[in-house]
């Protein structure tokens, strides 16, 4: 063992997932690494993350046999230091291009060809395909002649939402790692242990997060994504006491933005699942845990059955919205649907 793989820092440095872990390491063990992998879970969870940890460790010469790849990348040699930098020659990231709608069959002809390639430095040449799903069928079908065929020192690491977002012709051929979500005292440790946040934000947080450290992570990065939620929760806990004209201005000024209209009735949604627990007496299981004063005074105002209509209702616009129906029309009678309070 090298002086370099006993330093404290070295580890995969990821919340949870211990099993996904456990499984990599053991391929690594046995030096049977496969040439493709999917990860798949919810979105913020951190597929890709666990994909850039696993390329890195395949890339790591921490190790202390330089042919083979380390368990546990050492987080300290050139090359992890290349791949926590983005710049190792040898690990390639392919995602869609923002201004697309999917990856780009020439992204996957490049691929192609670079992994056809010698490799630069390292051992392996390893490629992420991040959200894998936004392949148009061309684009998978090109990747397929990878998968079929691959360059002995080829490793595809490709992450999606779903497995059942991929053509069967890939999944086949893909090993699938799937990432569950995280408990919230899980991520709720981790974040006072590892990012310094106090107690009481890291249990809003991780209870917001619903397992999903990838989340948490960004709501301790980008204060503006708490801030924002609490503006939406503030107007959302007066529209209750807010008449027409102003329910229906609320509903044009969401679905002028359509991008932000879903995002917004989550919230909306799990503000309203707190309600039925407020009202059922649950208080201690809401979400929402620095507006539990408001969520108790009007829980009893509006009611159990009243708020069980409401989150159903709000469920039905989401579902709606998906069906592609008009977003402001739907809005508005979401809006007409709100409890009133007086
Ligand atoms: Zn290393």
Redesign the pocket.
């Known amino acids: 063992m090298t002086a370099l793989q006993q330093t404290p820092q070295s580890g995969w440095n990821i919340t949870g997932h211990e099993y996904a872990i456990d499984r990599l390491r053991r391929a690594l063990a046995a030096q049977q690494v496969r040439h493709a992998y999917l990860f798949t879970g919810p979105e913020h969870i951190g597929k890709t993350l666990f994909a850039h940890r696993f390329a890195q460790t395949l890339l790591?010469?921490?190790g202390p046999d330089l042919r083979v790849a380390p368990q546990t990348?050492?987080?300290?040699?050139l090359?992890?230091r290349k791949v926590m930098h983005g710049n190792h020659p040898d690990l390639h990231i392919i995602v869609r291009p923002p201004d697309r709608q999917f990856i780009l069959i020439e992204q996957i002809r490049a691929l192609q060809s670079d992994s056809a390639r010698k490799t630069l430095e390292g051992r392996r040449n390893v490629f992420i395909i991040e959200g894998a799903h936004e392949m148009n069928a061309q684009a998978a079908n090109c990747l397929l002649k990878t998968l079929e065929e691959p360059e002995p020192d080829v490793v595809l690491l490709l992450t999606a939402p779903d497995p059942g977002l991929l053509l069967p012709t890939v999944l086949s051929r893909v090993q699938q790692i799937t990432l569950r979500l995280l408990a919230s005292t899980q991520i709720k440790s981790a974040l006072q242990e590892q990012w310094g946040v106090d107690q009481e934000e890291a249990a809003l947080i991780a209870a917001l997060a619903a397992g999903r450290m990838g989340w948490a992570v960004q709501a301790v990065e980008n204060e503006d994504l708490l801030a924002e939620r609490k503006v939406q929760l503030e107007t959302l806990a007066k529209l209750p006491t807010a008449g027409k004209v102003q329910r229906f201005e609320i509903a044009q000024r969401l679905s002028a933005d359509t991008e932000k209209t879903r995002p917004v009735l989550e919230l909306w949604l799990l503000w309203w699942r707190d309600m039925v627990l407020a009202a059922h007496h649950c208080l201690d299981l809401t979400v929402n845990v620095d507006m539990r004063d408001i969520l108790a005074q009007q829980a009893t105002q509006v009611g159990m059955r009243e708020a069980e209509r409401m989150a159903h209702a709000i469920l039905g616009t989401m579902e709606a919205l998906d069906q592609n129906v008009n977003t402001r029309a739907a809005l508005e009678v979401l809006m007409l649907d709100l409890p009133v309070i007086t």
Do not use: H, M, R
């Open positions: 790591c010469v921490g990348p050492c987080n300290t040699c090359s992890c």
